[in-house]
């Protein structure tokens, strides 16, 4: 069975700092990994996905098969990314089936 | 265009009854799928439909079920209620093919007393 492990339930930065919010996964075909976030009073929403490569909101994340990682980072923190950040793998085949990790709540202090 | 929509937000209900909770998803998605968020256990995939057929399922009991209607809309049965069950339901939608993405309803927060 796939798993996400989020080692971290919390995290705390300072505003500028550089934040890494970590995801590792088991998984024994090709991952398809994503981030999501969730902002207070928000609704879950994606912000990247391992195969668009893009940054999104400062904020990038790249796949390393060998150590099976899957960590979010940001050179610099902003005060408005204090969310809750869910790392999460779909499984092969059709289905839409997301596993997520157990969130990690990040807050950066001014 | 609008996004997902789940109705009611929120819901109380005794322990042994049924409740039914509605999904819309976003117009022109085909693919539903219902997760259950709770503080102990996160985030687990409960259901996913798709042209009305239940394409994957979770390991949730057989208390658990859902439908999808040939509009796309959905919904999810609890029956014979627990106290565990107690969380929030989210419903998610998208174009179903692999690597399009999930948009996130706001949930129904259902409390069983």
């Known amino acids: 069975a796939q798993r996400v492990t989020q080692p971290e339930k919390l995290l705390s930065v300072f505003k500028g700092a550089p934040v890494e919010l970590k995801c590792n996964y088991s998984?024994?075909?090709?991952?398809?990994l994503f981030w999501y976030v969730q902002y207070s009073r928000q609704r879950l929403q994606l912000l990247l996905r391992?195969?668009s490569r893009e940054s999104i909101k400062g904020f990038t994340a790249d796949l390393n098969k060998g150590e099976t990682s899957f960590h979010l980072k940001k050179p610099f923190a902003q005060e408005e990314d204090s969310a809750m950040y869910y790392c999460?793998?779909?499984?092969?085949?059709?289905?839409?089936?997301?596993?997520f990790g157990s969130g990690t709540q990040l807050t950066v202090l001014p | 265009k609008a996004g997902v929509t789940q109705t009611p937000r929120y819901l109380i209900k005794t322990r042994g009854q049924q409740v039914t909770l509605s999904c819309s998803p976003i117009?022109?998605?085909?693919?539903v799928s219902w997760y259950q968020q709770t503080p102990g256990q996160g985030l687990q995939f409960l259901f996913e439909?798709?042209?009305?057929?239940?394409?994957n399922k979770g390991n949730f009991p057989g208390r658990f079920s859902g439908r999808q209607f040939s509009n796309s809309r959905s919904e999810m049965n609890v029956s014979t209620l627990e106290l565990g069950d107690s969380a929030l339901y989210l419903c998610?939608?998208?174009?179903?093919?692999?690597?399009?993405?999930?948009?996130f309803g706001q949930g129904t927060r259902l409390t069983v007393v």
């Open positions: 998610a939608s998208s174009l179903a093919s692999r690597n399009t993405e999930a948009f």
């Open positions: 998984y024994s075909g090709s991952p398809e």
């Open positions: 391992h195969i």
């Open positions: 999460a793998s779909v499984q092969s085949g059709s289905a839409r089936q997301l596993t």
């Open positions: 117009s022109g998605h085909r693919s």
């Open positions: 439909y798709f042209s009305e057929t239940q394409r």
